[in-house]
DNA sequence: CCATTATGCAACATATGATGTTTCATGAGG
DNA sequence: CCTCATGAAACATCATATGTTGCATAATGG
């Protein structure tokens, strides 16, 4: 698949889908190969890589919207509110990360087939965007 | 407490206190006078108001920096992420809001004395922060 | 061997939301 | 009645995410 085919039924641009397929590939998930036919082809077992290594592929970005605003404040208040929540959203991305960690690609491929089915049409890629 | 004595120790602006503040006064739990004298002032029992509460009355922001980006997406791919994903966000949510509803500004006020005591000093809210 | 087609990379543009600022109206004291 | 406070709306600024453009590089296929 060349960047561009994958842009196209995302809604976006073959240069972000760069950008995202960068981490992925960095980590060996996926090759992309230069020039004529070339594009990115598949580069491991879709049953040995979890959400959580997509999500570390991609950077670890931050899973909460808030957390700490510094880590060892001088504020009195906010060394309370740390103190009081901190071991909250460590737990809480604790958890979210463990979930991640339990689905695995084929997982995903397996039940996007069979949603496939149960629409009772064949499909390609580009209708499988409503 | 004027908007402005808040303002200058968080480093921020007094017309952003107001606009923090009005959630919490519109649950009652702070006060606002106008004119000479006035300012705000609490209005509830801190063992009684947790923070939670404080979060509700703040608009309830999203807790979660990620999270289905639609509820009943067309594309199949992103029905399989959402199934696989949808109650791992739930929970964390979830854990996370139990969380909040466990600590009282009770609580946090007793622990910003007792840190007050172990810093050895007087303060005023001036000089708590760093 | 060279035109085509793809990625890689950097720079720039745009959109959005959070935060900060200004202004004016209103009300409460002294 | 002058001062000082909030209330509200409009506007400005900032940071981030996303999208776009341009060009270099590489590989294929005719």
Redesign the pocket.
């Known amino acids: 698949?060349?960047?561009?085919?994958?842009?196209k039924p995302?809604?976006?641009?073959?240069?972000?889908?760069?950008?995202v397929?960068?981490g992925l590939?960095d980590q060996g998930y996926v090759r992309?190969?230069?020039?004529?036919?070339?594009?990115?082809t598949l580069a491991c077992d879709l049953s040995r890589v979890t959400l959580r290594d997509v999500y570390v592929a991609l950077g670890s970005?931050?899973v909460l919207?808030m957390g700490n605003r510094t880590e060892t404040p001088g504020c009195l208040v906010e060394q309370a509110v740390n103190a009081a929540l901190g071991q909250a959203f460590e737990d809480a991305e604790a958890l979210l990360l463990v979930r991640f960690g339990e689905v695995t690609l084929a997982m995903l491929s397996t039940d996007v087939h069979e949603r496939l089915i149960a629409r009772g049409k064949s499909h390609h890629l580009e209708n499988t965007h409503a």
């Open positions: 698949m060349t960047s561009e085919m994958l842009a995302m809604g976006t641009n073959p240069v972000v889908i760069r950008r397929m960068a590939r992309s190969e230069k020039g004529h036919g070339g594009g990115w970005p931050s919207a």
